[in-house]
């Protein structure tokens, strides 16, 4: 088996900051289906969502995802964004931490009410992963369940998308955990560990490949700048710890060019919106789970 280090969750008191995010996971995830509607400005649900966020004693561990239609992953509002939602199928994608500790989960919302059965191939297929997960299975089961259950449901997984481990304000650890069935043993789970598992399906190839937008960033680089207005950004982007932030969340002038700098530089990284290579419609569901001896625990499932 291949093996990997991520912060196990080997104290009360870490598990009781997942739980706590979780929690707070589960009431926004719960508002978020609520209020979203036809009409709606797509930059003013995020600014609930990150807002609630923070009125419930969490911090956001990654902007929101509001990926739509062949949108896989990856498209978050930019500041005073005009989009509105249309008869879209919505991905929203909501991390949530504790401390540090990560609440990581997703659903899709079909505004045309014309792709319930894409919808469900992605619930059903998070079903069936998370039935196979206990300490001593592995992440090649869990891709087989998630493409097993899609594709016997008349879709397809989308290959190249994984779900992940979490840490400590490390949204993206070890183990990948993929979406469909791959050669090797994959990496053996155990007690402790937690994983956010993601089954994306679609009715095109099942493929993503990187879009034009980019309004996500992390810090991947402890280095300082001379340049004043690149510094106040630097500042700025180093309160969140390396987690993922947004390009709206940053004040100041020239902070697109700070950007570019910062990236020239290898201190930040990217994330483009992530687009099925056909134009396949998408969906996507998500829940985080610990790994418990004979089973797990779901922190993000009311």
Request: proline share 3%.
């Amino acid at each position: 088996m291949s093996k990997f280090e991520v912060n196990q969750i080997n104290t009360e008191e870490v598990l009781d900051k997942y739980r706590a995010a979780g929690k707070i996971h589960q009431q926004i995830m719960k508002e978020a289906r609520e209020n979203i509607k036809v009409g709606m400005n797509i930059y003013e649900y995020a600014r609930t969502i990150d807002e609630r966020i923070i009125e419930l004693g969490g911090g956001s561990a990654f902007p929101v995802n509001i990926s739509m239609n062949e949108e896989a992953a990856h498209d978050t509002p930019l500041l005073n964004d005009v989009r509105i939602f249309g008869e879209d199928v919505v991905k929203i994608d909501v991390g949530v931490h504790v401390d540090g500790y990560i609440a990581d989960g997703a659903m899709t919302i079909d505004l045309s009410g014309k792709h319930a059965d894409l919808v469900k191939a992605s619930e059903e297929a998070l079903k069936a992963a998370i039935d196979t997960v206990k300490a001593g299975a592995t992440t090649q089961q869990i891709g087989a369940a998630v493409e097993d259950t899609i594709t016997g449901l008349g879709f397809n997984p989308i290959r190249n998308l994984m779900g992940h481990g979490l840490a400590e304000y490390t949204a993206h650890a070890e183990p990948s955990v993929p979406n469909i069935k791959h050669s090797g043993f994959g990496a053996e789970l155990r007690v402790g560990d937690t994983i956010a598992i993601e089954p994306f399906a679609t009715d095109g190839e099942g493929f993503v490949d990187n879009g034009h937008i980019k309004e996500i960033y992390s810090q991947i680089k402890l280095k300082p700048t001379r340049i004043p207005f690149v510094r106040k950004v630097l500042n700025q982007i180093q309160e969140y710890n390396g987690l993922p932030f947004a390009k709206r969340w940053l004040e100041g002038d020239k902070i697109d060019l700070a950007l570019i700098q910062l990236e020239r530089d290898g201190i930040l990284t990217d994330y483009p919106v992530l687009v099925e290579v056909s134009g396949g419609l998408v969906s996507q569901a998500e829940h985080t789970v610990i790994v418990t001896e004979d089973g797990c625990e779901v922190t993000t499932r009311a």
